[in-house]
T-cell receptor, first 112, second 115 residues
Framework: QKEVEQDPGPLSVPEGAIVSLNCTYS??????FMWYRQYSRKGPELLMYTYSSGNKEDGRFTAQVDKSSKYISLFIRDSQPSDSATYLC????????????FGKGTMLLVSP | DAGITQSPRYKITETGRQVTLMCHQTWSHSYMFWYRQDLGHGLRLIYY???????DKGEVPDGYVVSRSKTENFPLTLESATRSQTSVYFC??????????????FGPGTRLTVL
């Protein structure tokens, strides 16, 4: 079993929909959780990060961590065509000073 | 303000040839990383470097060689390319390994095809 699992999609939604993207993980030592966004033929860019359990909100984006279930989510409200991209979750160990482990990424398509 | 650049952006080579992918960053970040991205596998770390002349293996280092003689450059060499090394390669850099305070910034990628 891979350490981080993420459904590759694609996930197709109409503009304005609420989107839910998810990752599960097996290593309970992961404490720092990040979401990266990657547009087609570009490098990934950091969208949000959270530490341990809880929620974090930034504009239309909310990141949620449930460490008891080893499950993290990214919610996008009022989705826009410009949100069409691949979203990768990433995690690092409890020290924070460790390399990142990435999920495979979920491709999101938001149609006008 | 170039940030992080990679060259070439596209490369086609043949099995058995040596190939070097270049990465250059202008921020003087201490840490630099090489990843490969493949369908079905996502981003996997090949090598990383904490400073000039300090490198360490990642998840998939076999078949690759890195060096870092200058802080701003981190070339990745495929000594004898194989078809399984066909991939998109991303270079990244960060100030430290602290994933909370220091974001990894990624380059635009190099698409490598090995025939």
């Amino acid at each position: 079993q891979k350490e981080v699992e993420q459904d590759p999609g694609p996930l197709s939604v109409p503009e304005g929909a609420i989107v839910s993207l998810n990752c599960t993980y097996s290593n309970s030592a992961f404490q720092y959780f990040m979401w990266y966004r990657q547009y087609s033929r570009k490098g990934p860019e950091l969208l949000m990060y959270t530490y341990s359990s809880g929620n974090k909100e930034d504009g239309r984006f909310t990141a949620q961590v449930d460490k008891s279930s080893k499950y993290i989510s990214l919610f996008i409200r009022d989705s826009q065509p410009s949100d069409s991209a691949t979203y990768l979750c990433a995690m690092s160990l409890n020290s924070g000073y460790s390399t990142l482990t990435f999920g495979k990424g979920t491709m999101l398509l938001v149609s006008p | 303000d170039a940030g992080i650049t990679q060259s070439p952006r596209y490369k086609i080579t043949e099995t058995g040839r040596q190939v070097t992918l270049m990465c250059h960053q202008t921020w003087s970040h201490s840490y630099m990383f090489w990843y490969r991205q493949d369908l079905g596998h996502g981003l996997r770390l090949i090598y990383y470097s904490a400073a000039a002349d300090i490198t360490d293996k990642g998840e998939v280092p076999d078949g690759y060689v890195v060096s870092r003689s200058k802080t701003e450059n981190f070339p990745l060499t495929l000594e004898s390319a194989t078809r399984s090394q066909t991939s998109v390669y991303f270079c990244a850099s960060s100030e430290s390994l602290d994933s909370v305070t220091d974001t990894q910034y990624f380059g635009p990628g190099t698409r490598l095809t090995v025939l």
